[in-house]
């Protein structure tokens, strides 16, 4: 077999090859790929994007992944992608399903045929912090917050209705209270500024219930 019938051989089976991550170094954004034999040198991953817009996913050491090498030089090859193994197998079995597993345990998911979108990072413990200038949630229906504590650290504005209850829960105020509105009961009775008292006379006695 002549020299360049081997180099040629050499060349096609490098075009596209199959290995797993040995080495990254995260902030240059290359990898070392193990390809049962020669590990290739440091190359770098693919992204989906890497201009104005960019996108930043590190792969981690024992990752399956594809590697392709321009005419089948491993010196110029680029990881183009990743491969499902036995260690670490799909997240997902539905076709409606886009979903994205860490490995704390968190979870993006988008179902397009439930049309439900979930954030869940419980297993880790974790936090979600959004920040922004301005921020709307729009429900047609409702919004549920269930948690034991909220705390909201600025003015907050009720438009319509404000109802308290369950629980045996109080109302605790720290400082002044100012109730603008016509009317102002408890339990049925008129408690605002136009209410009247019964049994009312001077000196030392106390009035009677509202009227």
């Not at 990254?24 to 590990?39: F, N, T």
């Not at 345990?105 to 413990?125: L, P």
């Not at 936090?127 to 269930?146: G, L, P």
Request: contains cysteine.
């Amino acid at each position: 077999m002549s020299y360049a019938g081997t180099d040629t051989d050499r060349r096609l089976g490098n075009v596209i090859s199959i290995g797993r991550i040995k080495a990254v170094d995260p902030a240059k954004g290359l990898a070392q790929v193990d390809m049962d034999g020669p590990d290739t040198d440091w190359i770098p991953w693919a992204t989906a994007r890497a201009g104005g817009d960019r996108t930043y996913w590190c792969p981690e050491v024992g990752e399956q992944v594809v590697v392709a090498a321009p005419s089948g030089e491993l010196g110029n090859a680029v990881i183009i992608g990743c491969l499902f193994q036995d260690a670490h197998p799909e997240p997902a079995d539905s076709a409606d399903t886009h979903r994205t597993v860490y490995a704390d345990g968190t979870v993006v998911e988008y179902d397009r045929a439930a049309h439900a979108m979930k954030i869940d990072v419980s297993a880790s413990s974790g936090t979600v912090t959004v920040i922004c200038k301005t921020a709307t949630v729009q429900a047609s229906e409702s919004v549920t917050i269930d948690t034991p504590e909220t705390t909201c650290t600025g003015n907050l504005t009720v438009a319509k209705s404000l109802t308290m209850g369950g629980g045996g829960g109080s109302v605790n105020i720290t400082g002044p209270v100012a109730i603008n509105g016509p009317t102002l009961t408890h339990n049925g009775k008129e408690v605002g500024s136009t209410h009247t008292h019964s049994g009312v006379q001077s000196g030392g006695s106390s009035t009677g219930a509202p009227n």
